[in-house]
């Protein structure tokens, strides 16, 4: 079984940190308006008011989100809002999800070989579905069997990736992790599970050496992956 994180694994840094954050941090405050009453949207913004000491005021809480747009925060109730803010960009055709071409064809390959195929990212779980249906690579959903996000807790957390294993029925030397960011490798190892460094260079221009790979294997590409799986 594989289990992928998105951003700076299957996808770059830059599409998210430059055209969906952006895209979010622009559209939150009419997206808070015409939505404040939803009951799905109005628990996440009272959970966003509850952490910033039960404000009522709508406005602080744009103000808040946004804060926490620009500091690169992975709190659920943000990445919730998130989620339902890309679907507008997705369906009217704003952009598609970026994917590197060796990522996709790699799950492609993987999946036709009867690999299981899960995703673990901070992105809610509407959003990593709204992603990989709108990919440049087409929609790719149909690969994945089971999503994760921090609903199952923080990603640097061992006990995150051990539910994740409970979740898949399976142990978790059976799983293999493929990130960009060594704490996360850190704690699925804790957990267990096999794991694998993606080290991009569009995404990381210092390649990691062996100490900070802190012994993960490291790869540039899925493809390299092929071998080890
Ligand atoms: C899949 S939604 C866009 C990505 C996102 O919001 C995010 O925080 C990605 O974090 P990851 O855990 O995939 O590195
Ligand atoms: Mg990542």
Redesign the pocket.
């Known amino acids: 079984m594989i289990l992928t994180?998105?951003?700076?694994?299957t996808s770059s840094i830059s599409f998210?940190k430059d055209v969906?954050f952006p895209y979010a941090r622009r559209a939150l405050p009419g997206f808070v308006a015409a939505h404040r009453d939803d009951p799905d949207v109005r628990r996440w913004l009272d959970v966003v008011a509850t952490e910033h000491g039960a404000i009522c005021d709508d406005a602080v809480i744009v103000e808040t989100l946004q804060g926490w747009i620009d500091a690169d925060r992975?709190h659920t109730a943000l990445?919730a809002l998130?989620?339902m803010i890309w679907s507008a960009g997705y369906q009217d055709a704003d952009f598609t999800a970026h994917i590197y071409p060796d990522a996709a064809d790699a799950l492609r390959r993987w999946h036709a070989d009867g690999e299981t195929l899960a995703v673990y990212?901070?992105?809610?779980v509407p959003?990593?579905k709204l992603?990989f249906g709108h990919s440049d690579a087409g929609d790719l959903t149909g690969l994945i069997s089971n999503w994760f996000d921090t609903e199952v807790g923080g990603?640097r957390e061992a006990e995150s990736y051990a539910r994740i294993a409970d979740a898949l029925d399976a142990a978790p030397a059976e799983i293999l992790f493929l990130s960009?960011?060594v704490e996360e490798l850190d704690a699925a190892r804790d957990a267990g599970m096999r794991t694998v460094l993606v080290d991009r260079l569009e995404d990381y221009p210092q390649p990691r050496d062996a100490a900070s790979a802190n012994g993960h294997t490291r790869v540039t590409a899925f493809d390299q992956i092929d071998a080890i799986r």
């Open positions: 994180d998105i951003e700076g694994t998210v969906l992975k990445k998130q989620g990212s901070s992105g809610s959003a990593q992603f990603k960009d960011v």
